[in-house]
């Protein structure tokens, strides 16, 4: 059973940052891939960014340049640094993770930005 805890979920104005955090019950190196996605009133959940086993990286256009995915092994945590963070970042994250043929998600971390 793989269980994966947010946190690090926040108000802030507009142009601060937040890390979250993602703690993962499982040898992260493991898995196929680990992700972000995030989910706004009213809207589709959507890929943020992916880091993969071997440690590429992709994101969504909308937060290139802003947002980095990293992870640390030893802890089996996975991160999204959010830099320069505007309104329309508000959303609800959710931590994922592809193993095997199973995908798991977190119960999100909710991440508001003020004008």
């Known amino acids: 059973q793989v269980q994966l805890v947010e946190s690090g979920g926040g108000l802030v104005q507009a142009g601060g940052s937040l890390r979250l955090s993602c703690a993962a019950s499982?040898?992260?190196?493991?898995?196929?891939?680990m992700a972000w996605y995030r989910q706004a009133p009213g809207k589709q959940r959507e890929l943020v960014a992916r880091?993969?086993?071997?440690?590429?990286?992709t994101y969504a256009d909308s937060v290139m340049g802003r947002f980095t995915i990293s992870r640390d092994n030893a802890r089996n945590t996975v991160y999204l640094q959010m830099n320069s963070l505007k309104p329309e970042d508000t959303a609800v994250y959710y931590c994922?993770?592809?193993?095997?043929?199973?995908?798991?998600w977190g119960q999100g971390t909710q991440v508001t930005v003020s004008s």
């Open positions: 880091i993969f086993r071997g440690g590429s990286t």
């Open positions: 994922n993770v592809l193993l095997a043929a199973n995908e798991y």
């Open positions: 499982i040898i992260i190196f493991s898995a196929y891939s």
